[in-house]
C-alpha cells in the first residue's frame, strides 16, 4: 500500500513540474514568423479606422537572436503603370507611402510589464531611425499575437495589431 501511495506522489509530482516545464515565456512564444490579419487605430475621439484596409497582407518575424521585421501593405495599393519602381508618378508613390509600412531591428520583451519593445535601425517611415517604441503584448498565444501601440503617427490615436501564427 505504502509502494502505491509513493507512486502517485511521485507521479503526481511530476506532473505538476512538467506542466511548469512546458509553459514558455513570452519572449519563447513570440519568436517565428506572424502573418498580419488586421491593424486598427482608434482615435482619441474613439472613432475607429483600418489603416491597411480590412484585407491587409503583411508579415511580422522574430527571431531567436532578437531581431525583428514588420511589413504591413493594403491590399489595394496601386500599381505603378510604368511597370517601372523607379518612374512612379507622386500620386502612386504617395498611395503606396500612405498604405504600406516596413521596420526593421532589435526586439526585447519585458515578461513583467507584458511588453515588447522595437529598437528601429530602419524603416518606411524614416523619422522612426533609431526609436525605441514600446508596445504591449494584449494577447499571445501559440497561434494568436495582438499588440498594441499606445501613439500612432503623431497622437492620432493607439493601434492594435492582429496577427496568426504563420505555418
Known amino acids: 500500500m505504502n509502494f502505491i501511495r ?22 519563447d512564444l513570440i519568436v517565428g514568423s506572424w502573418n498580419f490579419v488586421i491593424a486598427e487605430v482608434v482615435g482619441a475621439d474613439g472613432k475607429k479606422s483600418l489603416p491597411f484596409g480590412d484585407t491587409p497582407n503583411g508579415i511580422l518575424i522574430f527571431t531567436a537572436g532578437g531581431q525583428f521585421a514588420q511589413i504591413h501593405v493594403a491590399s ?28 526593421f531591428g532589435t526586439y526585447s520583451v519585458n515578461e513583467e510589464k507584458k511588453t515588447v519593445t522595437f ?5 518606411s517611415y524614416p523619422n522612426w531611425q533609431g526609436e525605441a517604441q514600446e508596445r504591449t503584448i494584449d494577447k499571445l498565444t501559440a497561434d494568436e499575437f495582438v499588440n498594441t501601440n499606445p501613439n500612432v503617427a503623431g497622437g492620432r490615436g493607439r493601434a492594435s495589431n492582429f496577427y496568426k501564427r504563420a505555418l
Do not use: C, H, W
Open 119 to 123: 529598437k528601429i535601425v530602419s524603416a
Open 76 to 103: 489595394d495599393v496601386p500599381k505603378i503603370a510604368s511597370n517601372n519602381r523607379l518612374t512612379g508618378t507622386p500620386e502612386e508613390y504617395a498611395a503606396i507611402m500612405r498604405r504600406s509600412i516596413f521596420v
Open 6 to 27: 509513493i507512486m502517485a506522489v511521485l507521479a503526481i509530482a511530476l506532473t505538476g513540474s512538467q506542466a511548469g516545464a512546458q509553459q514558455k515565456s513570452l519572449r
